[in-house]
């Protein structure tokens, strides 16, 4: 049998075994659990990323000084620069939890005669 022909097998087969343990109660778990931590966290960044640049340009607000000549600007700006490092922190954090459960996922499907490239 002819390399060519091996791996379009081997995909097929790795195709329908992703789609078993897409329809298992673990896999939704994971997914439910990554949308419920992923989807706040992006608006929370967006939301603040983007309000730096809207309230310098449609407001005066951050124009006031903060301490001593350092205005509300600069204050809001390294307040984006360490909200980044946090919630990379975090997410790094959580995805270590993520794989894990998938990791056990991918044990589980061994088991049950499944393949793991």
Request: net charge positive.
């Amino acid at each position: 049998m002819g390399t060519a022909i091996k791996s379009k097998l081997a995909a097929e087969n790795q195709k329908e075994n992703f789609e078993e343990v897409e329809k298992t109660e673990k896999f939704k778990y994971l997914i439910r659990k990554k949308k419920k931590f992923i989807v706040p966290l992006t608006i929370f960044f967006l939301v603040f990323y983007f309000a730096l640049p809207i309230f310098t340009s449609y407001t005066n607000v951050l124009n006031h000084p903060a301490i001593g000549d350092i205005s509300w600007v600069w204050v809001f700006a390294v307040a984006q620069f360490l909200m980044t490092w946090t919630l990379v922190m975090i997410y790094m954090k959580k995805a270590a939890v993520f794989d894990k459960i998938a990791e056990e996922m991918i044990k589980e499907e061994i088991a049950r005669g499944g393949t793991r490239t």
